[in-house]
Each structure stands twice: as C-alpha cells, then as structure tokens.
C-alpha cells in the first residue's frame, strides 16, 4: 500500500491496524538536539485515546507510546524516530457479524474492491486509531515549531448546530469542557444534544478550528505545493474530515473584493493587515498573519441503528453495527487536525531554509 508517507523532509510514515498488534509511525528528517520524552508525546496522546468521556467510545487504551530509535540520553539524534504504541483492548468478536457486509458510511467497500482483501477488525488501515501515528509525529512537530516561536492550537468551533463565533471565545474554557470548545455555555448544550442522539441511536458531527501563530512570511512552495493546498492535503487526509476552508473560506465567494481583500499598513517597519480574511495564506505563501484554518469533521459513520446494504455477495440485505464507538468524533480529532498541521508547517519551514542564497550562507559561512 502506498499512500502512508507524508511530507519531504520532515516525513511521516504511520503504520498499522485498528486491531493487530500496534500502531505506529517513523519520523525522518526531524533535527539533531531536540529534547524528547514519551512523556512529551504522551501528553498529546493523551488528547485522542478513548474513554475520556460519555461522549467517546469505552475501548480502554492507554495508548502508552514507545520511543524504539532516534532519541539518545533525552534528545533526538537527527536519525528516524520510530514510536510504537500497541492496541490492548481489541474485541475483533464485535466485527464478527459485519465480515461479508459493508458498513454504510465506511471504506470497506472501495477497500475490498481495490485490494481483493477485507479486513473487517475495526477498518483495519481506515480506522480512526490510524491517527494515533498522527498525533505522536505531530507532537513532535510541535516541538520543533516551538523552538521557533511558533504555536498551534485547535478546539471545536461547533458540534451540529451549536456553534461559537470567534467573537465569544473564551479559550480559558477549552480544557475545563470534554467537547473541547471555547465556551463552556455551548459545550453544555452541545453536550446535551449529543446525549440526545445517544439515545436515538445516532450521531453528529462538527467543526475544528486550528489557528497557527509566530508564523514567518513567506512559508509554501508556489504552484502545486502552496501552503493551502498541503494543509488541505493534510487535514483532509484525516479519514472523518470533508472539507478544509482557511480564513473566511467558502464565505468569501459571498463577499466583494472591497470587503474581502485585506489591507496592510506599516508600523515602525513592520508590514501587517488590518483584517485577515485571507487566514494567513496569499497566493499559497503565508503572509505573517496568524494562520486559521477549520476543518468540517462528518458524523461518525457506526452507529447502532439498522441500516440497509449488501454483503459481498452483491445481495440486499441489512446491517446493525456492534461494538464500542464514538457518537461524535469531534473532540478526540481536535489534536489530530492540530497535529497534521503542525507537521505541514514544520516540513515547510525545513524547506524553505534553501529559498535564498543568504538563509545557505547562514548556515555555511565560515567562521
């Protein structure tokens, strides 16, 4: 299988399935010097594993992460970080019923119909606990981004239709609330609206805002590589998200070019804007401006209700899925979405050390 390499220098490999061993991921390119623990990662793991709340599905993982390679005496040795976190709570028995039927909502048809093979545990490679190699490269990406000023954050900007506009973040309350959102008042009545669904059988969905700052001008390859279309890349390769908008997204195509463009003003010599429609991103470069990004995140495809399908062979028939499963996967996506960013960014920002002749002098010149 191809496809599970992301990145040019700071690259990413996840590997693994929902319910063998482990799931894992190697990290190359990351530099030499870099202080890290499994402690450090285990704090962004910690974000993601189950059983965190009501609202989340009750496999008991401690998704403990391993350090195998690539870290000596506490700091990164410039060779490939490989990290292992092994699954401990697979019940493959609840897949059982589901061996010959494809879920509505799910990758097991195109899968069986690309590789003539179906893993039916959990999804196998199209599991969400796929992004647990996400979360463990992005942790490290974030440390790297850190050394350099720069920090990512995401949270839940709306869970179905209780949305928070930008104007009444609280971001004090994003911890202190399971759904992760800046505003413990619509957390509540988000929360409320999920047991609703509980109940029915049903899920919901919602959005994911990541916001990047201490971001230089100038980040993104021009063309095919821009900074926009890597994040969409990365975001959207998270096998829940749907769509991938940066500023004002799709809202601008209702606006004018008065309103929409932003404009820049001087200030002791710094060049800034005054609004930033644009998210941070002109013409694909990043422009200086704090980058916002969101991401729409579908409803969780298991759910309990009965539902119709075919079996593999090619028969009507229905199917009620079992098993231990999220009602909304919003909140353990957050530092998913945040990490894939944080791994863009940091991959760009490698690269773009050779886009002028005096960033190679820099490093070069001797002394």
């Given at each position: 299988m191809s496809g599970s390499t992301f990145g040019r220098i700071f690259r990413i490999t996840t590997w693994g399935e929902s319910h063998g061993p482990g799931?894992?991921?190697?990290?190359?390119?990351?530099?030499?010097?870099?202080?890290?623990?499994?402690?450090?990662?285990?704090?962004?793991?910690?974000r993601r594993k189950p059983g965190q709340s009501k609202y989340t599905t009750k496999r008991n993982e401690a998704d403990s992460v391993e350090i195998l390679s690539g870290v000596f005496e506490g700091k990164t040795t410039g060779t490939p970080i490989s990290l292992l976190v092994r699954n401990q709570d697979q019940r493959s028995r609840d897949y059982?019923?589901?061996?010959?039927?494809?879920?509505?909502?799910?990758?097991?048809?195109?899968?069986?119909?690309?590789?003539?093979?179906?893993?039916?545990?959990?999804?196998?490679?199209?599991s969400g606990r796929e992004t647990i190699g996400r979360v463990a490269a992005g942790a490290i990406a974030s440390l790297l981004l850190k050394e350099l000023g720069i920090t990512v954050r995401a949270y839940t900007k709306a869970i179905g239709p209780y949305s928070i506009s930008s104007e009444n973040y609280k971001f004090s309350e994003i911890e202190e609330n399971?759904?992760?959102?800046?505003?413990?008042?619509?957390?509540?009545?988000?929360?409320?609206?999920?047991?609703?669904?509980?109940?029915?059988?049903?899920?919901?969905?919602?959005?994911?805002?990541c916001v990047a700052d201490g971001l230089p001008a100038g980040l993104g390859e021009p063309v095919f590589d821009k900074l926009d279309a890597l994040l969409a890349q990365a975001v959207m390769s998270i096998g829940a998200v749907k769509g991938v908008e940066l500023g004002d997204g799709f809202a601008a195509s209702a606006s004018t070019?008065?309103?929409?463009?932003?404009p820049f003003f001087s200030e002791n010599g710094t060049i800034s804007k005054k609004t930033n429609h644009a998210g941070g991103s002109l013409g694909g470069l990043s422009d200086g401006s704090e980058l916002i990004l969101r991401a729409a995140v579908k409803p969780t495809s298991s759910i309990a209700r009965t539902q119709q399908t075919v079996?593999?062979?090619?028969?009507?028939?229905?199917?009620?899925?079992?098993?231990?499963?999220?009602?909304?996967?919003?909140?353990?996506?957050?530092?998913?979405?945040e990490s894939m960013t944080a791994v863009t960014l940091a991959d760009l920002l490698l690269q773009n050390m050779t886009a002028n002749i005096e960033n190679i002098r820099t490093v070069y010149r001797r002394k």
């Open positions: 799931i894992g991921v190697v990290v190359d390119g990351c530099p030499a010097g870099l202080p890290l623990s499994e402690a450090y990662i285990q704090a962004f793991l910690d059982g019923n589901i061996a010959s039927l494809f879920r509505p909502g799910h990758a097991d048809y195109p899968f069986t119909e690309k590789y003539g093979i179906r893993d039916y545990r959990g999804g196998g490679r199209s399971s759904l992760y959102m800046p505003s413990n008042e619509t957390a509540q009545r988000a929360g409320e609206y999920i047991s609703q669904l509980m109940s029915e059988k049903d899920s919901c969905g919602g959005v994911i805002e070019g008065s309103r929409n463009n932003d079996n593999t062979d090619g028969e009507n028939t229905e199917i009620t899925v079992l098993g231990r499963h999220d009602p909304v996967i919003v909140p353990r996506a957050v530092v998913v979405v």
